[in-house]
């Protein structure tokens, strides 16, 4: 492998892990702050990029398209919090499996319903439909650029809301102690509801934002549920950070087993959460 076909897979690693990461983070800010399991986030990511390709259809704007699908899937994640989700919060997990369960079956066949069973594609911007030139057999499209542009500036935006603002003060209280973050009179009941509405959110722009690059097809959320459980559980029950670093690993790990190791290249990612499971149980930068 010569250096620039390195780079090339180094830089489609580092992609797929920021768009993992996108997608995670929503997982691992309900798992980790409600205490609710998701099932059914893998569906809101091909939800969106559902809702990505009708409104660009429609349109003809890509820009409306994340937009549209953003706006949608946050406005259903604080309807599905009032009516379902709150009544989850402190219940059993088998509860929580069931009801996200339900949502799945409920949210397909709505997909199905809306926008059948056909296999969709998304186009970028105009000016994104482009390929830069490496060699004169290799080249890079510009839209994968760009997409690791987006996920870069999403990831600060996540990092800067957790951690320097007031709202992220009170989501890594109520991360730490939900009970004594109740009792000081912060009102954790709506913070709960815009945690799960963005953790929706969230999955959904991920899936808007792979559309033009994987096509857009029914069941295209589950490989992502999966894969965004292992980046929760490698990086740290409730830790956003240790979701980024979850999320690099697996993708590098993923892109360059594929180069190396195509035959076992489907296991490798949870041979890596295996191995620092036994170094560290509680994920890389888990609380014990």
């Not at 076909?5 to 409600?34: D, M």
């Not at 996200?100 to 970028?124: C, N």
């Not at 980046?231 to 409730?238: D, N, P």
């Amino acid at each position: 492998m010569d250096a620039i076909t390195f780079a090339v897979q180094l830089l489609n690693g580092v992609q797929y892990g920021l768009v993992l990461f996108l997608v995670a983070s929503g997982l691992t800010l309900v798992f980790g702050i409600l205490g609710v399991i998701n099932l059914a986030h893998g569906a809101f990511y091909m939800l969106g990029a559902y809702l990505a390709w009708a409104i660009s259809a429609y349109t003809g704007s890509f820009a409306l398209a994340i937009i549209g699908s953003l706006v949608i899937s946050f406005l259903l994640g604080i309807a599905l919090e009032e009516i379902f989700v709150k009544r989850m919060i402190g219940r059993d997990h088998l509860a929580q499996v069931l009801l996200s369960f339900g949502l799945i079956l409920v949210i397909d066949e709505v997909r199905q319903i809306v926008f059948g069973k056909d296999v969709h594609s998304v186009m970028p911007p105009e000016w994104l439909r482009g390929s830069i030139q490496l060699t004169e057999v290799l080249s890079y499209p510009v839209y994968r650029l760009a997409l690791c542009v987006a996920c870069l500036i999403l990831a600060a935006v996540i990092f800067y809301v957790i951690q320097k603002t007031r709202l992220g003060m009170v989501i890594r209280a109520g991360a730490e102690n939900r009970d004594m973050t109740r009792a000081l009179g912060i009102p954790f009941d709506v913070v709960n509801r815009y945690v799960f509405a963005g953790g929706i959110a969230l999955a959904a722009l991920g899936g808007s934002l792979v559309a033009p690059v994987s096509t857009v097809f029914p069941g295209m959320g589950d490989v992502m549920l999966i894969l965004s459980f292992v980046v929760v559980v490698l990086g740290g029950i409730g830790s956003v950070a240790g979701a980024a670093i979850g999320a690099l690993l697996i993708g590098l790990t993923d892109t360059f087993g594929k180069v190396f190791f195509p035959q076992i290249s489907s296991i490798l990612i949870y041979v890596l959460m295996a191995g620092v499971l036994l170094w560290r149980p509680n994920g890389l930068l888990g609380k014990a």
